[in-house]
């Protein structure tokens, strides 16, 4: 084929135009058709929830080698399993009268799974153990009362400290608890000398929901503000929208400080995740804000259902049932990766494990139902875009690098 193609070009001037347009042609039919192939490539939807226990997941975190611990309401009952790397399935949640009524799940340094299953209380369940085993800790402030929220952890030198969101009842709360052992068992040693400081109350018109970790002994908090006066439309309504607050604490006994607070205009915020690069993302209903190291803030015009971060430090960020496309934040801006068709799924939480996003949620049924995309897929030689990307890039190096050799031997010729 190189053959011939040369002694096309070896011909007189006239016939040059001839290859000229025939490579024109060519490229105008690989745009095409690469521009046909543009969706979104490795995605799969299933009607039912996770293969080991199917039923609606309402919680996952996924850890290393596929295991996971999620919750899962499962014949109208919650239930909280944890699968380990050698496909083994446990009941973790057995002890619980009502799994459904856990407020959150949050994966410490070591593997392990801690909860709030009742007031003033954690509970840390060592799922890395051989045997899976259970810490109780009882938090106590007197005669306060209070539920824990959510829960995050922060790396200090050799120990680590918790943060918590707290409702005290009749107010939103942050309490911190620390410091604890990097090693948490046997269980006694590392938490002998940790302390559960006061609580710092919120805002007489701020609710917290979540919290995250910043590092250096800054954390930042989200919830919502209500505006007692409502809008100018509606003065007599209250209205909510999302705020993020800033805070500062170290050790105990001192309790957190509060000390500044970002009003965002509408929606909610669903995620709060802390990237690899120690950056926080919390993303909304409305839009996504991208939290520095420095407390700057940068706002980006993209709504969601829900997010996570897959293992190369992108997010994903997934629209309501019947979005046509999910956006790709990367370092250098925010990827819209159209689909072949459109999301199937009511999504109510997702992430990532070994290369693959998970996303869980309920057909238009109700039924559980489980939408996946393959992250690394994008580009591939495996998807139909990466397959003509590169025979586009063979064909024409093939025909330029004949072009280019008879033009050297005519100039050659010449001289």
Request: aromatic residues 6%; proline residues 5%.
């Amino acid at each position: 084929m190189a053959k011939g193609l040369r002694g096309l070009l070896e011909e007189e001037s006239e016939h040059q135009w001839l290859a000229m347009g025939g490579f024109l042609v060519f490229i105008l039919i690989g745009a095409l058709l690469i521009q046909g192939t543009s969706t979104l490539p490795g995605v799969d939807y299933r009607t039912n929830g996770l293969e080991e226990v199917d039923g609606r997941v309402l919680d996952i975190i996924y850890a290393d080698s596929g295991s996971y611990t999620a919750l899962v309401l499962n014949n109208g009952e919650g239930k909280l399993f944890h699968h380990d790397e050698n496909g083994q399935l446990n009941d973790i949640g057995e002890e619980y009268t009502d799994a459904l009524g856990l407020p959150f799940m949050t994966q410490l340094h070591d593997g392990s799974i801690v909860v709030s299953p009742s007031n003033n209380s954690l509970e840390i369940i060592h799922v890395s153990a051989q045997i899976p085993q259970r810490t109780v800790l009882s938090l106590t402030d007197g005669d306060a009362t209070f539920d824990i929220l959510d829960l995050a952890e922060q790396k200090s030198g050799d120990s680590y400290r918790w943060l918590m969101v707290t409702d005290e009842q009749s107010s939103s709360a942050l309490r911190g608890f620390g410091s604890v052992g990097a090693e948490l068992l046997p269980v006694h040693e590392p938490l002998k000398d940790a302390q559960l400081t006061a609580k710092t109350p919120a805002p007489a018109n701020i609710e917290w929901t979540m919290v995250d970790s910043l590092g250096d002994g800054q954390w930042v908090a989200v919830g919502t503000m209500t505006d007692v006066f409502g809008s100018d439309d509606s003065p007599a309504a209250p209205i909510t929208h999302p705020v993020i607050g800033f805070i500062s604490w170290e050790q105990g006994p001192a309790a957190p400080m509060l000390t500044s607070i970002e009003e965002l205009d509408r929606g909610g915020i669903h995620s709060l995740l802390r990237l690899q690069n120690g950056t926080l993302m919390a993303a909304g209903t409305d839009s996504t804000v991208h939290i520095a190291k420095d407390r700057t803030t940068t706002s980006i015009d993209v709504p969601s259902v829900s997010a996570t971060e897959d293992e190369t430090g992108k997010v994903w960020l997934l629209g309501p049932k019947g979005s046509t496309s999910v956006v790709r934040l990367t370092s250098s801006g925010a990827e819209t990766l159209p689909l072949a068709r459109p999301i199937p799924v009511s999504i109510e939480v997702s992430d990532v494990s070994e290369s693959i996003l998970y996303s869980y949620g309920t057909s238009d049924n109700g039924e559980p139902a489980t939408y996946t995309i393959d992250t690394l897929a994008i580009g591939s030689i495996e998807s139909g875009r990466g397959f003509l990307n590169l025979m586009f890039v063979a064909v024409s190096s093939v025909v330029l690098g004949v072009m280019l050799w008879t033009g050297t031997k005519r100039l050659i010729q010449n001289q």
